[in-house]
T-cell receptor
Framework: AQKITQTQPGMFVQEKEAVTLDCTYD???????LFWYKQPSSGEMIFLIY??????QNATEGRYSLNFQKARKSANLVISASQLGDSAMYFCAMTEPRAGGTSYGKLTFGQGTILTVHP | NAGVTQTPKFRILKIGQSMTLQCAQD?????MYWYRQDPGMGLKLIYYSVGAGITDKGEVPNGYNVSRSTTEDFPLRLELAAPSQTSVYFC?????????????FGPGTRLTVL
């Protein structure tokens, strides 16, 4: 079974600095997708960024970038120029490997990292 | 578009009671999912559906049932509620299942079983 590991229960960063949130995954499949979601204290799930296993370039979305190291099975989220509004729980997630060419899009989530941005 | 809507937002149940969590989406998505999130944990898949009339179990299906009679609606039924089902329940939907299949989440239902 596939597994997502986020080893940092909590992280602190100073406003305007960059921060890296770690994510490692375990799968034997070659085709998969990796996602990062943000969950603020209000509870909603907000999609941040996606990386496909065959994507050659690291994904970027505004201040978010994904440091994808396939051989190490890691997909770390980098947030540049942190803002107070970035304080939230962050989840790394992975799609189920394809079975017979069909993936049903089911997500497996890590346990999350709570990020606190200090002014 | 309203996106994914869930009702109710909050509910307190007594042990042994039953209830249905409602989920609807107006994006014409074929794929829909139910997850639960226990305190301080990540989300776990309960059930999912790949289209009207087609559902299947996820990682933690025990104690729950689903149905999908229309593309729009995907209700989750709890029979004989237990304290272990105290959790936040999220419904999600996506247009496709392969490649970049962003899942759009509802606001969640916070359920307490006493």
């Amino acid at each position: 079974a596939q597994k997502i590991t986020q080893t940092q229960p909590g992280m602190f960063v100073q406003e305007k600095e960059a921060v890296t949130l770690d994510c490692t995954y375990d799968t034997s499949d070659q085709s998969y997708g990796l996602f990062w979601y943000k969950q603020p204290s209000s509870g909603e799930m907000i999609f941040l960024i996606y990386q496909g296993s065959y994507d050659e370039q690291n994904a970027t979305e505004g201040r978010y970038s994904l440091n994808f190291q396939k051989a190490r099975k890691s997909a770390n989220l980098v947030i540049s120029a942190s803002q107070l509004g970035d304080s939230a729980m962050y989840f790394c997630a992975m799609t189920e490997p394809r079975a017979g060419g069909t993936s049903y899009g089911k997500l497996t989530f890590g346990q999350g990292t709570i990020l606190t941005v200090h002014p | 578009n309203a996106g994914v809507t869930q009702t109710p937002k909050f509910r307190i149940l007594k042990i042994g009671q039953s209830m249905t969590l409602q989920c609807a989406q107006d994006m014409n998505h074929n794929y829909m999912y139910w997850y639960r999130q226990d305190p301080g944990m990540g989300l776990k898949l309960i059930y999912y559906s790949v289209g009207a009339g087609i559902t299947d179990k996820g990682e933690v299906p025990n104690g729950y049932n689903v149905s999908r009679s229309t593309t729009e609606d995907f209700p989750l039924r709890l029979e004989l509620a237990a304290p272990s089902q105290t959790s936040v329940y999220f419904c999600a939907s996506s247009y496709t299942s392969g490649g970049f299949n962003e899942q759009f989440f509802g606001p969640g239902t916070r359920l307490t079983v006493l």
